[in-house]
């Protein structure tokens, strides 16, 4: 049996992609999961009830707005009330704009800052307590090897990921006695519907095809010319909440493929 088995955790940003591949993961631990994201109301049903009848497990969903921090606080709270605690938290939720920054909207910019850092913030406020009381949590923020390196029309992403950076280091220190880890996980290109979305954008603001823009423009910056699987996320999440990964915290680790290798 895991260790992990009968904890409860939260992945925000979970109805598809990378998060419903963390969450999935941890199910399969029979860790509890509150998942969290947009969709068709049926699918992410679907999804649910799939997870616990699969894996064993309790999962609910929460359609908390990563906009609102009284709707994350209270996604918080459905899992406390709910499982007892809130022992993981994974901070994935996430969207991409692409614009040359003297042409980015207004609105991208605050939507982009808010939904992949700000979001952060108030889960992990949400969710410190409830760790605390029990001497135990585990911390991890999903950020990009952009919280490391820059890409041109990026401006806002690559901003609230080098943000992510801060607020994981910072987190680190401050519970770093109270049995709680904190770390960041920085992606290079996953195949998912979010890098997938952003190709046209790509395509419109350099002049290119979709497949000079999935070869020379995404898997460019990565030696090893494939892309990070969602599967080889979720297992570097589920290491980081292990045994083994006690002593790591504070950590800003690259999953990319060797692209800040550069």
């Known amino acids: 049996m895991s260790s992990l088995h ?16 963390i969450a999935r993961r941890f199910a399969a631990e029979g860790v509890d999961v509150v998942i969290n994201g947009l969709g068709d109301a049926a699918a992410i049903e679907a999804e649910r009830a799939g997870i616990e009848a699969e894996f064993g497990v309790r999962c609910l969903y929460s359609s908390a707005n990563m906009l609102s921090g009284a709707e994350i606080a209270d996604m918080v709270k ?3 009330d709910s499982f007892g605690g809130c022992d993981i938290l994974i901070n994935n939720a996430g969207i991409q704009h692409v614009a040359p920054i003297d042409e980015f909207p207004d609105e991208k910019w605050e939507a982009i800052v808010r939904i992949n850092l700000v979001a952060a913030f108030h889960s992990v406020k949400a969710a410190l307590p409830a760790m605390k009381a029990r001497g ?17 029309y990026k401006s806002a992403y690559v901003a609230a990921k080098h943000g992510i950076a801060g607020l994981t280091k910072t987190v680190a220190l401050e519970v770093a006695t109270a049995g709680i880890t904190v770390n960041a996980i920085c992606p290079g290109y996953v195949w998912t519907p979010l890098v997938e979305a952003q190709i046209p954008d790509t395509m419109a603001a350099r002049g290119l095809t979709k497949e000079q823009v999935i070869n020379d423009v995404l898997l460019e910056a990565q030696p090893t010319k ?28 690259s999953i990319d493929g060797g692209w800040t290798a550069h």
Do not use: E, Y
């Not at 009968?6 to 591949?21: M, P, Q």
């Not at 969602?230 to 950590?251: E, K």
């Open 136 to 152: 135990w949590g585990r911390i991890i923020n999903i950020a990009s090897a952009h919280a490391l390196v820059a890409s041109p």
């Open 226 to 253: 494939q892309f990070v699987t969602v599967d080889q996320v979720a297992g570097l999440a589920l290491f980081l909440c292990g045994d083994d990964a006690a002593s790591m915290t504070g950590a800003i680790l």
């Open 6 to 21: 009968g904890k409860a955790a939260i992945v925000t940003g979970s109805t598809s992609g990378i998060g419903l591949g």
């Open 78 to 80: 459905l899992a406390v």
